[in-house]
């Protein structure tokens, strides 16, 4: 039988309802930052976005309700498993502007073109050949449009205070990993130098990078990432399940002491209009 069009399996960290209720989280941890970005960009009432590798859509949907109904959202991913979460939430929210397409960013032509904005957070480091994508949605963007970046810098930036040897072994052994079966996990290092060949012209790079403590909002982002994470490396033979408890352990240890500090992977936010 030949594989689905859309090949869920090529998606690094899987399609399952973990990833998507972690994309949740990690979506509400940075919702103030998304929507004030967006703000900044000129996103408003009756624009059309793009939302590039648009997962479940939770930026979908905050997207949608901003441009209202006389604007549109195109979400944009190869995901089939993500749809119904996108298409339940639309229906919950009342919103009629979300035009899904399921496209391969690497592979297809981009479906629309003249458009506001196009939105891509988390997807460039799963990408093979970034510059091409960023390209490709420049192309699709109006003279004067913005593209607006959401993606790591420097994933080797996350610590803890007091130092945790295991959850340190957990960064450097991920990162490998990544490297070797996903993308860059520091490709916006690769994305900013190549906007001037994509036909863009550099607004703003901000960094973000947080210290948290565990009684912090933003410290359950990690959290939904490091244990299933050194779960799935175990599940594919990259480490031993002993490994992945003992990285459990750990994090429990970290969480439990109410003085532990945590630093986050260095983010970097590219916002950049279409010459
Ligand atoms: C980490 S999720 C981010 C989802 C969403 N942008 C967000 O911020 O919550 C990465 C998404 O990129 C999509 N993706 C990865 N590679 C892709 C490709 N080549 N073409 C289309 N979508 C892709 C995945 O299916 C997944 O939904």
Same mark, same amino acid.
């Given at each position: ?11 690094? #960290? ?92 690497? #592979? ?71 490297? &070797? ?72 240890? &970290? ?21």
């Amino acid at each position: 039988m030949p594989p689905p069009a859309s090949d869920e399996r090529s998606y690094y #960290l899987g399609t399952h309802d973990i990833e998507a209720w972690r994309l949740g989280v990690q979506h509400r941890v940075w919702r103030p930052r998304t929507l004030d970005v967006w703000r900044r960009a000129g996103i408003t009432d009756g624009s059309v976005v793009i939302d590039a590798g648009a997962g479940p859509g939770h930026a979908t949907l905050d997207l949608a309700e901003i441009v209202g109904p006389s604007g549109k959202v195109h979400a944009l991913d190869r995901s089939d498993n993500f749809r119904a979460a996108i298409e339940a939430g639309a229906k919950a929210r009342g919103l009629a502007n979300i035009e899904r397409h399921n496209i391969d960013l690497m #592979l297809d032509d981009i479906p629309v073109s003249g458009v506001d904005a196009v939105f891509i957070r988390w997807v460039f480091i799963f990408i093979a050949d970034p510059v091409a994508v960023l390209k490709k949605l420049a192309g699709a963007l109006k003279p004067g449009g913005r593209f607006i970046c959401h993606d790591y810098y420097d994933w080797g930036t996350m610590n803890w205070s007091p130092r945790r040897p295991v959850l340190e072994e957990f960064v450097e052994t991920a990162i490998r990993d990544w490297n &070797a079966s996903a993308g860059d996990i520091n490709v916006a290092r690769r994305l900013i130098p190549a906007l001037p060949e994509a036909g863009l012209t550099l607004v703003e790079a901000r960094p973000f990078i947080f210290t948290a403590t565990p009684k912090d909002f933003i410290w359950q982002w990690p959290k939904t990432f490091i244990v299933p994470h050194a779960r799935r490396l175990a599940e594919r033979g990259v480490v031993t399940p002993q490994w992945a408890d003992e990285v459990e352990k750990e994090w429990a240890r &970290a969480e439990e002491d109410p003085l532990s500090i945590m630093t986050t992977p260095l983010l970097m936010e590219i916002v950049a209009a279409k010459t």
